[in-house]
């Protein structure tokens, strides 16, 4: 499905968030015809970190990540494009592996350096609740700075 002017979050996760990792990511979704149309360095508290991960509640590990997140500071971009969400989702793949050799960054499954909104299949259906729950969390974010 392609969908002109669709939305989608990328975040840059606590431990990564440094002007280079920033430019780069920008740049790199920039040239795949993605416009930044909201950005912002954010906190994530035990809350609305709990809703990030929503989906992962039932995992073992749904703490860690809650910890994780909650953990430093993370930064946050609205992107808008033609068909958002796959063009981001395949970028911050690619990303993922260059900027860690780039920057010889340490990561793991848990502690990776980008996350991007994704699609849930619901039978035959994808919802856009992933995209439209993380865009809401990092408005309320960012207006819980003001």
Same mark, same amino acid.
Do not use: W
């Given at each position: 499905?392609?969908?002109?002017?669709?939305?989608?979050?990328?975040?840059?996760?606590?431990?990564?968030?440094?002007?280079?990792?920033?430019?780069?990511?920008?740049?790199?979704?920039?040239?795949?015809?993605?416009?930044?149309?909201?950005?912002?360095?954010?906190?994530?508290?035990?809350?609305?970190?709990?809703?990030?991960?929503?989906?992962?509640?039932?995992?073992?590990?749904?703490?860690?990540?809650?910890?994780?997140?909650?953990?430093?500071?993370?930064?946050?971009?609205?992107?808008?494009?033609?068909?958002? $969400?796959?063009?981001?989702?395949?970028?911050?793949?690619?990303?993922?592996?260059?900027? #860690? *050799?780039?920057?010889? !960054? /340490? @990561?793991? $499954?848990?502690?990776?350096?980008?996350?991007?909104?994704?699609?849930?299949?619901?039978? #035959? *259906?994808?919802?856009? !609740? /992933? @995209?439209?729950?993380?865009?809401?969390?990092?408005?309320?974010?960012?207006?819980?700075?003001?």
């Amino acid at each position: 499905m392609i969908i002109d002017k669709e939305l989608c979050y990328v975040m840059i996760k606590p431990g990564f968030v440094n002007k280079e990792i920033i430019n780069d990511t920008k740049k790199a979704l920039e040239n795949k015809g993605m416009r930044v149309i909201n950005e912002s360095k954010i906190k994530y508290d035990e809350e609305c970190a709990r809703l990030h991960y929503i989906e992962k509640q039932i995992k073992p590990y749904f703490k860690e990540l809650v910890d994780y997140l909650v953990s430093d500071y993370a930064y946050g971009m609205i992107l808008e494009g033609r068909d958002a $969400v796959t063009v981001c989702r395949n970028t911050v793949e690619e990303l993922r592996t260059s900027l #860690k *050799e780039k920057y010889h !960054l /340490d @990561t793991d $499954v848990m502690r990776n350096i980008l996350h991007c909104s994704s699609r849930t299949k619901v039978g #035959k *259906e994808m919802l856009e !609740l /992933d @995209t439209q729950r993380e865009l809401a969390l990092f408005c309320y974010l960012e207006e819980q700075k003001r």
